[in-house]
């Protein structure tokens, strides 16, 4: 650090940039990232609620009502009003939190487990790993069927008296797959077992896109097996990043993982980290109120359009879709060149792909700051490179 400070007009010059060497949404040009460009009505609203601390609430009463508020606007939404919950930085601090309130949970009630597992699909988020790893679980990766969604005759089989938690998934991160979360629910509940659904990335839209008429399996809290959801504002929510949302069906959940905190202005603490933004909060609740559910069907439906039209013309240029896309995300690949060449290839035209693991393919997630002009330039681009 230097001794003496510089000029306002001399942070914010080297400021720029910093900021001129990021990429933007706006360009049109990330076609790998669930994240997007932020609302303006939430980038307003997160504006306002700096300051506030929800690690506190007590010092924080307004922001403590909108969480609730928030928690049980989402509830509605997934099935279940009368839910608990926080809103969080996102996904993997909301799947962590499952895990370790699950893992509580079942441990309390059956002493006799030691060495608790957590079952997860193979196209689960990795943030289940750094979950096992912090809370001491072991993961067993459940295998996937011929549509990369859970196979559910494999979870059945690896059930064991140290299960303390199944996950389904409801929008893979690298897919768009909704697990059979109907049939798992039945499983878990039959067999007294807790059942996280991660949600993070199709939470947001597909209640949107029911409504519309759209077909989905069911994969929320109507679904009585399902204890918690993972469900994040800062991807097709359109919040400012870090915006998490984890739901509980129930109180005991939260209870299960909570702690004293003597001199605080609530005397027990459920979430992972202590200080903790109200901004994120905030800005869910303005873009929920100001948006409403007209709105978040614009958004979703917009996607689902987009992504469409880019599957057409991944198909008529000659390239080959791995799988069916569910929701707004499209795998596909070269029929001539493997997979790391035709991604370096894209790169240099400019374009910031990514690539799934399982299968090994491009991947793109069509999030709201990707236009029809931009899928138009996209296909000339895969035209162009014949292949
Ligand atoms: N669950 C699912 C289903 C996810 O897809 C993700 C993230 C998470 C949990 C974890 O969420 P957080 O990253 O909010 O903790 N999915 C994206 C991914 O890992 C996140 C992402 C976003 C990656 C923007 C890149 C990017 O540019 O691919």
Redesign the pocket.
Known sequence: MEDKGRSKTEVFRQLKIFKKKDMTHLSGK?L????TCPHPIGLKAYHMFLESNLGDPGLFKGTKTMEKEVISLLGDLLGKQDIYGHII???????IMAMRSARNFAMEKNPKIKDPEIIVPKS????FKKAADMLCLNIIEAQLDNEYKVDVNSIKELLSKNTVAVVA?A????LGKIDPVEEISHICYGNNIYLHV?????GYSIPFLTEMGYEFPKFDFGLRGVCSI?I?P??MGLAP??T?GILFREKKYLEAMSVETPYLTEDRQSTLVGTRTGASTAATWALIKYLGREGYKTVSDQCMKITKLLYNGIIESGFEVVTEPQLNIIAFKSKKVSVDELAYKLENLGWAV?KSSYPRAIRVIVMPHIKEEHVKVFIEDLNSLDL
């Not at 790998?32 to 994240?35: D, F, K, P, T, V």
């Not at 930085?89 to 799947?95: D, F, H, L, P, S």
């Open positions: 990330i790998g990232s669930m994240c930085t996102g996904g993997t601090e909301a799947n689960a988020h990795f943030s998934v929008g893979t991160t690298e991660d949600a993070a990335f199709g993972t994040d800062h991807k990043i870090p998490g990514s």
